[in-house]
Nanobody
Framework: QVQLVESGGGLVQTGGSLRLSCAAS????????MGWYRQAPGAQRELVAI???????KYGESVKGHFTISRDDAKNTVYLQMNSLQPEDTAVYYC?????????????WGQGTQVTVSS
């Protein structure tokens, strides 16, 4: 199994920055993609950013240009640097990894970390 520990959420003013981290641990053979999704109240969960083991990155349209995703494979950790935060970025942010456990790839999710941007 894979355990994901998220950190870095909190309350920030408009225009501020936060950095989220998500560390993976457990009995997995490898991790392919790592990423972040978010869900605002009353809305569907949406892609924020994802990065593959090969370094391919995809961002959600609403965060392009002010969020940056990166990963440290030595630490099995994915980061999300969020700059120029706006109230519409307020949501619960979920870490996601696509990992090989016992020969099977599947998705694993963190418990979520709240990000609140005050106007």
């Amino acid at each position: 199994q894979v355990q994901l520990v998220e950190s870095g959420g909190g309350l920030v003013q408009t225009g501020g920055s936060l950095r989220l981290s998500c560390a993976a641990s457990g009995s997995f053979f490898s991790i392919n993609a790592m990423g972040w999704y978010r869900q605002a109240p009353g809305a569907q969960r949406e892609l924020v950013a994802i990065i593959t083991s090969g370094g391919i990155i995809k961002y959600g349209e609403s965060v392009k240009g002010h969020f940056t995703i990166s990963r440290d494979d030595a630490k099995n950790t994915v980061y999300l640097q969020m700059n120029s935060l706006q109230p519409e970025d307020t949501a619960v942010y979920y870490c996601n990894v696509f990992a090989n456990v016992l020969g099977r790839f599947r998705d694993y999710w963190g418990q979520g970390t709240q990000v609140t941007v005050s106007s």
